[in-house]
Nanobody, 120 residues
């Protein structure tokens, strides 16, 4: 299972820290990705981190503003979001996959999602 938390309402330019806690499986065997879904839009990949060498992926729209990290001992993956923009608004989901992928279909399991709202 994966459990996402940390969303909220923030003004443009603000910051939020999203957490994804994993349980019930060996999270070190999986890459963890963050996706977001805005109303009326498809779920899109935001960032992910590998399970092996710590390599990361960021969507162009968040590069330089978001940072992903993982603490294997705590089975925790954190997405630190800074300089938030209204277009970052959406429900953020964390998911597990056998590698770094940016497509939803490659993910085996998902957390319940956490709402991020950025006001202008």
């Amino acid at each position: 299972q994966l459990q996402a938390s940390g969303g909220g309402l923030v003004q443009a330019g603000g910051s939020l820290r999203l957490s994804c806690i994993t349980s019930g499986f060996t999270s070190d065997d999986y890459a963890i990705g963050w996706f977001r879904q805005a109303p009326g839009k498809e779920r899109e990949g935001v960032s992910c981190i590998s399970n092996s060498d710590g390599s990361t992926y960021y969507a162009d729209s968040v590069k330089g503003r978001f940072t992903i990290s993982r603490d294997s001992a705590k089975k925790l993956v954190v997405l630190q979001m800074t300089n938030l923009k209204p277009e970052d608004t959406g429900v953020y989901y964390c998911g597990s996959a056998p590698g770094i992928f940016t497509v939803v279909s490659r993910y085996d399991a998902w957390g319940q999602g956490t709402q991020v709202t950025v006001s202008s």
